[in-house]
C-alpha cells in the first residue's frame, strides 16, 4: 500500500527524514484533514514550515492551504530540542503530488546553496530583519516624537541664529536662564541654530527611517491583505463574525446585485461571495506616514538649502537682494532674483487710539538690473512681497533720522540712535550749540523720541523743555535757539527668505491632514456561502462598529424571498452582464461589474 495525497504532503514536509507507514487513508480523515503524529528537531520543523511558503510561492500549493502544529510536550521541546509534534494540513482540494513536492525541494535547496554563496546572504537578510524590527518599533517612534517635539519647544524660546555676543547678554554665567541655562549651554549644545544641528537632523533621519519600516513592514502587508478577494468555505467561520445571519431560501447572486449597490466591490465563485468597501481607509494610514515624510524632507531641504537674511533701510534707499542674504547649508544654490534691488520708498505706522503701534507699513519698488521697475507693494506684517523665489517680510522698524531747522537755518539731518530695544523703543540724537573744543563736555539739545508721532526736547541741563510732533512747523526755543522739528524719518526692518523647502512642507501638511481624515473611513468586508436554498451571511468592519450592522441589515432585509420550490444550482459560476439590472423587492440596482471567478 502506497502513501495517499495527504501523506505525501507530510512525507515531504518532513523533508525526507522521517518514515511513515503505509497507511492508506486513515490519515485523511474527515473534510480532507490530514494529521500525523511524529518526532520533529526544532530546527527541522522550522524548514518545514518554510517550504511550506514557498510552495504557495510557485503556486503548487494554494494559498488557502493551512498548516499547523501542536507540540505534545511543550516543556520536553524547550529541554531537549525534540518533541511530539501533531501536524495538521487542510485543505478541500487534493493535495499536490509527491513529484511537484519533490522538484520544489530541489528549486529550494539550489536557492539556499545560491545564497550561502553569496557571502552569506541568510546572515544578512536576519540582521535586515531585526532592523526593521528594530525600527518599526512604536515605543521607539513615540520617544522621537518626544525628543524631537522637545528640541522644537528649546528652539522656540532661545532666540535663534544671533551673534554670540547676543547670548553673551542674554544668558551670562552669574544670572543663569531657569537657574542653569547659561550661554555655554545654548552655543556648547548649538542651542543657537537647534534645527540646522546635527543631532536634530539625525533624528528626523531616523524618524523617517522608523516611518519607511513601519509602512513595508506594517501597513503594506495590511493593504495586501485587505485586497486580496478571499472566500469563507465554512458555515462555522462566517457565523463567528461581528454581525453573521443565515437567510432561508435566498440566491446569493441578489445578495451579490445588493452590495454592489451599497458601494460594494463583489467577487463571486461558486457557492461563495466576497465584498469590500472603503479601501481607502486602509491606504490613509500609509499616506499619513508619506505626508510625515514629506514634511520631513521638506524641513531639511530649508535647513540646508535656504538662503535668509535682514536689513534695517531708512526710507528713501535701497538694496540689492543678493547683498542681504546669505546661504543656509550645503545645499544652498543662489537664483537669478539676488540681481533685484529692493527701494524703499516710504515708510509710515498706523497707532491706535492709546498712542501704541498698532501697524508699520513699507512701500516698496522692485527693479531689475537696467533700474526699470518690476513689482511694487505695500508690506506690513503677516503680508509679505513674493517674487522670483525670495519672501521679503516686514519684521521691524526703528527711526533713522530727525530733520530740524535751527534759527532758520537748515534743515540738518541728526542721526537717531536706539536707546531702548523691544515693546518699548526709544530713540534720540543730539543737537550741538556751541563747536569749542575747550569744553570737555559738550553742550547742546537733547532730543528723544519713541515713534514717529512726536518728539521731546531736553536742555543742556537735561530739563525737560517741551514736546513738538514732526512736520507741525512750530519753533520751540531751547537755551535760546529756535527750533522746528520737519520730519522724523523712519527706517523698516526687512526678512529677506528664500526657502525652497516651504513648498515641499505645504504639501505635506496638506497631504497629512487629507489623508488623516481618509483613515477614518471604515473598511468593511461581507462574506457569504449559499448551502442549498440558505445564504449563510457574514461581516466585520474597523471602524464603523454601529453603523456597519444597520447597514447590513438593511441589505439582507431587500434579498427577495425564492418562491418556488426550485433549488439553487451552486455547482457552476455565475455570470453577470455588465448592463443587466434585477429588480430587488421593488428597487433597481444597476449592476457596474461582479467579479465571478470559476
Not at 501542536?70 to 530540542?81: M, Q, S, V, Y
Not at 537657574?179 to 524618524?207: E, K, S
Not at 518699548?424 to 543737537?431: A, C, D, H, I, P
Amino acid at each position: 500500500m502506497g502513501y495517499c495525497n495527504g501523506c505525501q504532503a507530510l512525507h515531504y514536509l518532513q523533508n525526507s527524514t522521517f518514515s511513515l507507514p503505509e497507511c492508506g487513508t486513515r490519515n485523511w480523515v474527515l473534510k480532507n484533514r490530514l494529521s500525523a503524529t511524529c518526532t520533529f528537531r526544532k530546527h527541522e520543523f522550522s524548514n518545514g514550515f518554510l517550504k511550506i511558503f514557498q510552495l504557495k510561492q510557485r503556486g503548487i500549493l494554494p494559498k488557502s492551504f493551512k498548516v499547523r502544529a501542536k507540540a505534545k510536550d511543550p516543556e520536553n521541546l524547550r529541554k531537549k530540542g525534540n518533541s511530539q509534534l501533531k501536524i495538521v494540513l487542510e485543505e478541500r482540494q487534493t493535495a499536490p503530488s509527491l513529484s511537484d513536492m519533490t522538484m520544489a525541494n530541489e528549486n529550494s535547496t539550489k536557492e539556499q546553496s545560491q545564497q550561502v554563496a553569496f557571502g552569506g546572504f541568510p546572515i544578512f537578510k536576519k540582521l535586515w530583519k531585526k532592523a526593521l524590527k528594530f525600527l518599526s518599533s512604536l515605543p521607539l517612534a513615540i520617544g522621537q516624537l518626544f525628543v524631537i517635539a522637545g528640541l522644537l519647544a528649546l528652539g522656540t524660546v532661545i532666540e535663534q541664529g544671533e551673534s554670540p555676543q547676543f547670548y553673551f547678554e542674554k544668558y551670562p554665567e552669574d544670572n543663569p536662564a531657569f537657574g542653569f541655562l547659561t550661554w555655554r549651554w545654548v552655543l556648547g549644545l548649538c542651542l543657537d541654530h537647534v534645527y540646522t544641528a546635527p543631532y536634530f537632523l539625525g533624528l528626523c533621519i531616523l524618524l523617517a527611517a522608523s516611518l519607511m519600516a513601519c509602512t513595508t513592514t506594517t501597513q503594506l502587508p495590511m493593504v495586501k491583505v485587505a485586497r486580496r478577494w478571499s472566500f469563507m468555505k465554512s458555515r462555522s467561520a462566517i457565523l463567528k463574525l461581528d454581525v453573521a445571519d443565515s437567510l432561508p431560501r435566498a440566491r446569493i447572486q441578489d445578495l451579490g446585485v445588493l452590495l454592489m449597490g451599497a458601494g460594494y466591490e463583489v467577487f463571486l465563485s461558486n457557492s461563495a461571495l466576497y465584498g469590500f468597501k472603503g479601501l481607502a481607509g486602509r491606504l490613509a494610514p500609509i499616506g499619513v506616514h508619506g505626508a510625515l515624510l514629506l514634511i520631513m524632507a521638506g524641513a531639511t531641504f530649508s535647513s540646508t538649502g535656504a538662503y535668509r537674511g535682514s536689513v534695517t533701510v531708512p526710507q528713501g534707499l535701497n538694496f540689492r537682494m543678493g547683498d542681504v542674504l546669505n546661504p543656509n547649508g550645503i545645499l544652498s544654490r543662489p537664483i537669478s532674483a539676488f540681481a533685484t534691488e529692493v527701494h524703499v520708498n516710504k515708510f509710515y505706522i498706523d497707532y491706535y487710539e492709546n498712542g501704541e503701534v498698532s501697524q508699520f507699513h513699507s512701500d516698496i519698488s522692485l527693479r531689475n538690473m537696467d533700474g526699470k521697475e518690476v513689482l511694487r507693494k505695500t508690506i506690513s506684517v503677516n503680508h509679505p512681497l513674493r517674487f522670483g523665489g525670495v519672501t521679503i517680510y516686514q519684521t521691524d522698524w526703528g527711526i533713522s533720522a530727525l530733520q530740524v531747522h535751527k534759527d532758520g537755518a537748515g534743515p540738518f539731518n541728526l542721526a537717531m540712535a536706539t536707546l531702548q530695544n523691544g515693546d518699548k523703543k526709544l530713540f534720540g540724537t543730539f543737537l550741538p550749540l556751541e563747536d569749542d573744543s575747550s569744553y570737555t563736555k559738550p553742550k547742546g539739545i537733547s532730543i528723544l523720541a519713541r515713534d514717529l508721532q512726536s518728539v521731546v526736547l531736553y536742555d543742556q541741563e537735561g530739563k525737560f523743555v517741551g514736546v513738538r510732533r514732526p512736520g507741525s512747523n512750530r519753533p520751540i526755543t531751547v537755551d535760546g535757539v529756535d527750533i522746528v522739528v520737519d520730519d522724523a524719518i523712519g527706517s523698516t526692518g526687512l526678512e529677506l527668505k528664500m526657502d525652497p523647502g516651504v513648498p515641499v512642507v505645504y504639501a505635506g501638511f496638506g497631504a497629512l491632514m487629507l489623508t488623516t481624515i481618509i483613515s477614518y473611513f471604515s473598511h468593511s468586508q461581507v462574506w457569504a456561502l449559499q448551502e442549498g436554498t440558505t445564504v449563510v451571511v457574514g461581516g466585520k468592519s474597523n471602524r464603523e462598529k454601529l453603523g456597519f450592522p444597520v447597514e447590513l441589515n438593511r441589505i439582507l432585509d431587500s434579498i427577495p424571498e425564492i418562491v418556488s420550490n426550485e433549488l439553487v444550482e451552486t455547482n457552476e459560476a455565475v455570470s453577470l452582464d455588465d448592463d443587466e439590472v434585477s429588480l430587488l423587492s421593488e428597487n433597481k440596482f444597476e449592476i457596474n461589474k461582479m467579479k465571478v471567478l470559476s
